[in-house]
């Protein structure tokens, strides 16, 4: 995520940088041509490359629009994570019994045992989402160089904690739970399924009253369906048949743009062919973001900076349980570097 007020331009280099030398190359080829060769014959009326810039720029918002409910919808399930674990930990904290058969250090090892995979729940869900599909820019196969691969080093490199799932999962899972995590494909469905066990075995020992399973219950079937939610999301693209067509649309219309502008600043003489040059680039750089936002807005789990800052989300829940649990060797909250919060 990113956390400046506005976006910078190494940020803005970052994302388009490539596109715009490309967009400069091409509209200073056809200026050079059509000044030096007299090339007439290869502009084209303005008329139609308006029309066709008219329907991309409704084409485009409409692929954003879809791409940013995408994004909302992922931070507001992350957002639900929040306050419900919040609300399950409370519960747990606070059972108590009258069973003296149940010893105090067992019941208090029993809840900080369901407060611990719960944690360790967290991370290994985003852990999950992390793993790159094929429609994603991360997951996508370039035969020269993978710039959003480099980004997710650079990102990596900056944050010590943002591969270290297998260290938490460690820490706040028992030896035989660790060792089962890679015989399991969704591991954290596995994990929620051993609450559900757990919390049984404590009304089966009525340290908690049927009620209160419920209620626990309850809690476990919605971090179900956050997972469920967020899985969707991931594992469903959005549509290609509407994102292609977009970015096809795009190249059309910024090949054809330097064609239909470079006719319309002749007329102003000579100079009017260079001045075409910077408007070119300014118009078609504009499609291009636009382009892009839409493009990277849409998966919000991919692993780059415009993605819902899970790893942040992940801690801020865990610091949250530890104290509400009585512990005081907390770890330290994420903090946004270069402008990015992951």
Known sequence: MITTKYINYKQVLNLSGTHLILISAWCTLIAVLFYFFNWEWMTIPWVPVALIGTAEAFLVGFKNNQAYDRLWEARKIWGGIVNSSRSFASMVYAFDTHNEEIGTFDLEDRKKRIVYRHIAWLYTFREQLLIPTEWEHIGAENKFINTNLRRNRLIKAGFP???????????????????????????????????????NELKNMNAITDFNQTQLQNSLNEFYNFQGQAERIKKF????????????????FIMLLPLGLVNEFAKLGDWGIWTSIPFCIIIGWIYIIMELVGDYSENPFAGLMFDVPMLSICRTIEIDLLQMGGETDLPDPIASKHGVLV
């Open 161 to 199: 904690d943002y591969g270290r799932a297998p260290i938490f999962l460690h820490k706040y899972l028992s030896e035989e739970e660790y060792d089962l995590k890679d015989h399991y494909k969704n591991f954290a469905t596995f994990l929620i399924s051993q609450q559900a066990k757990d919390i």
């Open 237 to 252: 693209p959005s549509p290609r048949q509407f994102a292609s067509t977009a970015f096809i649309f795009n190249i059309l």
